[in-house]
């Protein structure tokens, strides 16, 4: 559709909650609206700063809901954290993992050994929200960090929005070894860049736009990674909010919802 904001184009990286559905129930019109751009040729990326579900989990969640959605076209925090560590170690190092099974998984698939207390030889320390985490798995990242080993947290977001309110997301249990250990992670997901620069690079895309509901992830993310963005009114983040901000924190655009790509 020439003159539409899609035809400027060529890939969508999608935010999930809040921009294609809000918890178990799509978004009205997400689903028609991105299954419309992938008919256009334009390639889709489902782009996740959840670390604790596994992609081909995030993938059947989409189709259950009314999605096309497959398995290498979603992105989470997770694989990027894995892909982080691979930028600094070697094939077959020892990482402590603190995050749930599906974040071991991409830690074993990117070369790597993961564990779950500290030895001598663990060189690294991935972190990806778990709702089973507690003080014993912090204390044990904890004695590692201390010696000096590589930190990666999938994402720094302080809260997680669920059915009861916002509770402690990745973020909060970040801040917890933060203050135990006086050093700062090296961070994958939203709004950092590497989530979205490796999405846009799967893709092979020249021309992506960053498409989410929060400011301060999405459209922060997208202004790191030099991508321009669709701030789409679904979720958390309001127009006023967006125009109260400096010119250069705003979302290049501005929509009720994905239709605005037509």
């Avoid at 790597?112 to 204390?139: H, I, N, T, Y």
Wanted: with cysteine.
């Amino acid at each position: 559709m020439t003159g539409t904001l899609l035809a400027r184009y060529d890939a969508l990286l999608l935010d999930l909650d809040g921009t294609v559905y809000r918890g178990k129930e799509p978004v009205p019109g997400a689903a028609e609206a991105v299954a419309a751009a992938r008919a256009q040729g334009v390639g889709i990326r489902f782009v996740t700063n959840n670390a604790s579900r596994a992609p081909q989990d995030v993938a059947d969640h989409l189709v259950e809901i009314g999605f096309e959605a497959a398995l290498d076209e979603v992105s989470t925090s997770a694989q990027a954290g894995a892909a982080m560590l691979a930028d600094h170690l070697t094939a077959g190092a020892r990482v402590l993992v603190l995050g749930t099974d599906a974040l071991a998984d991409e830690v074993t698939r990117a070369g790597f050994v993961p564990v779950r207390e500290a030895a001598a030889d663990v060189v690294a320390v991935v972190q990806g929200l778990s709702q089973d985490l507690g003080w014993r798995e912090l204390a044990e990242a904890c004695v590692v960090l201390r010696g000096g080993a590589l930190w990666v947290a999938c994402n720094v977001d302080v809260t997680l929005p669920t059915e009861r309110g916002l509770l402690p997301g990745c973020g909060a249990l970040v801040a917890a070894l933060k203050a135990a250990t006086d050093r700062e992670p090296l961070v994958a997901g939203k709004p950092a860049a590497p989530l979205l620069e490796q999405a846009a690079k799967s893709l092979g895309a020249r021309r992506p736009l960053v498409v989410g509901d929060r400011l301060d992830t999405d459209i922060a993310g997208a202004i790191n990674a030099g991508m321009d963005s669709l701030l789409v009114l679904t979720g958390v983040s309001t127009e006023a909010e967006a125009l109260a901000l400096p010119e250069g924190q705003r979302p290049t655009h501005i929509a009720g919802d994905l239709s605005g790509l037509f």
